[in-house]
């Protein structure tokens, strides 16, 4: 059976449209669970986004929520089958590496809904995928640090090497080369979301060799590489959410994915009765990805740039590279890490 690919919608009216409307005594009797990957709930990224959305849920929608740490990918069935042995009414796993855990939960369990960010692999009725256009922000933050650069050298952490993780190398790579074609990019596989010292030493191998802004799509391990920038004195670049609370002097900008949006979303759908199986995708021009609203450090020649670049991704003067076949027929073999 092909997948459902749920259309979002490309408007903000219609965006609205979109999510059911519910109340607080429509959510009384739903109880949803989250299920967080090895970064844990606290990871000022994807993960907290995700318990961020849940909570609003809970406090607008009135449903019981609660959610489960995994400390090792070994956490992951157990954590789901707790959540389902509980008759929660939906379980919502955080990230791609819950994949197989959560099909095989979805596969035994066909009366309980589950929600799996950042995978679509799972074709089951009961099974919702929550996928992110994180080329798109990727590339406005990589335009960003193209054009704020002092050395024409800039850096990049990636938390794992895969297909989902790449398209943050690939949107950071074509902004950052359309804004500045002469741009050094240095990139580091971290093999991790959840080891901060790597991403340390990963961001300070780059500041030795002459960068100065350095993006992270590493989950955990990106507060390595933040504390690394900041000691340095540069800029770091953060992910998932606005990450600029974390070192308000250091970080110019984020890569936002509305993690949180999508996991209220689903909940909405949820009580409404409407939540179906198959794809969602979330874009730029749904307001899905976007750039952070934090821009104290970005003088405003950069931010009418970025503004622009932004319209013409909407408007599809732009395209966002969002694999390696369409990215090298643009731009070559720059992007090394896949």
């Given at each position: 059976?092909?997948?459902?690919?749920?259309?979002?919608?490309?408007?903000?009216?219609?965006?609205?449209?979109?999510?059911?409307?519910?109340?607080?005594?429509?959510?009384?009797?739903?109880?949803?669970?989250?299920?967080?990957?090895?970064?844990?709930?606290?990871?000022?990224?994807?993960?907290?986004?995700?318990?961020?959305?849940?909570?609003?849920?809970?406090?607008?929608?009135?449903?019981?929520?609660?959610?489960?740490?995994?400390?090792?990918?070994?956490?992951?069935?157990?954590?789901?089958?707790?959540?389902?042995?509980?008759?929660?009414?939906?379980?919502?796993?955080?990230?791609?590496?819950?994949?197989?855990?959560?099909?095989?939960?979805?596969?035994?369990?066909?009366?309980?809904?589950?929600?799996?960010?950042?995978?679509?692999?799972?074709?089951?009725?009961?099974?919702?995928?929550?996928?992110?256009?994180?080329?798109?922000?990727?590339?406005?933050?990589?335009?960003?640090?193209?054009?704020?650069?002092?050395?024409?050298?800039?850096?990049f952490v990636l938390g794992m090497a895969n297909e989902t993780?790449?398209?943050?190398?690939?949107?950071?790579?074509?902004?950052?080369?359309?804004?500045?074609?002469?741009?050094?990019?240095?990139?580091?596989?971290?093999?991790?979301?959840?080891?901060?010292?790597?991403?340390?030493?990963?961001?300070?191998?780059?500041?030795?060799?002459?960068?100065?802004?350095?993006?992270?799509?590493?989950?955990?391990?990106?507060?390595?590489?933040?504390?690394?920038?900041?000691?340095?004195?540069?800029?770091?670049?953060g992910v998932d959410s606005d990450q600029s609370s974390i070192?308000?002097?250091?970080?110019?900008?984020?890569?936002?994915?509305?993690?949180?949006?999508?996991?209220?979303?689903?909940?909405?759908?949820?009580?409404?009765?409407?939540?179906?199986?198959?794809?969602?995708?979330?874009?730029?021009?749904?307001?899905?990805?976007?750039?952070?609203?934090?821009?104290?450090?970005?003088?405003?020649?950069?931010?009418?740039?970025?503004?622009?670049?932004?319209?013409?991704?909407?408007?599809?003067?732009?395209?966002?590279?969002?694999?390696?076949?369409?990215?090298?027929?643009?731009?070559?073999?720059?992007?090394?890490?896949?």
């Open positions: 059976m092909n997948k459902k690919v749920l259309a979002v919608v490309l408007t903000t009216a219609m965006a609205a449209m979109a999510v059911p409307t519910v109340s607080m005594a429509d959510g009384e009797e739903f109880k949803v669970g989250l299920v967080t990957d090895v970064g844990g709930v606290n990871d000022g990224s994807f993960n907290q986004s995700a318990w961020e959305g849940l909570q609003r849920a809970m406090d607008e929608l009135g449903i019981e929520a609660n959610y489960l740490e995994s400390s090792t990918d070994a956490d992951y069935i157990p954590n789901i089958e707790t959540f389902i042995d509980e008759e929660y009414d939906l379980v919502i796993s955080v990230g791609y590496m819950l994949a197989d855990a959560t099909r095989a939960a979805a596969e035994e369990n066909p009366d309980c809904k589950f929600a799996i960010i950042d995978d679509s692999s799972i074709d089951l009725d009961n099974v919702t995928c929550l996928m992110f256009r994180q080329e798109q922000a990727s590339y406005l933050v990589g335009y960003v640090a193209g054009l704020m650069t002092k050395t024409n050298n800039i850096g993780m790449h398209q943050f190398g690939y949107g950071y790579c074509a902004g950052a080369l359309d804004a500045n074609p002469d741009i050094t990019i240095q990139q580091f596989n971290a093999n991790s979301f959840a080891d901060s010292a790597t991403g340390k030493t990963n961001a300070n191998t780059a500041i030795t060799n002459g960068a100065d802004i350095i993006f992270h799509a590493a989950g955990a391990t990106g507060l390595g590489v933040i504390e690394a920038c900041q000691e340095a004195g540069i800029y770091a670049i070192a308000p002097d250091t970080i110019i900008t984020s890569a936002m994915k509305r993690v949180d949006n999508s996991v209220y979303d689903s909940v909405a759908a949820l009580i409404d009765g409407t939540l179906e199986g198959g794809v969602k995708t979330y874009d730029l021009a749904a307001g899905g990805v976007d750039i952070a609203p934090t821009q104290d450090l970005l003088p405003e020649d950069v931010i009418t740039a970025v503004n622009e670049v932004k319209e013409k991704i909407i408007s599809g003067e732009v395209t966002v590279p969002s694999n390696k076949e369409e990215f090298e027929a643009a731009y070559g073999d720059v992007y090394v890490l896949d």
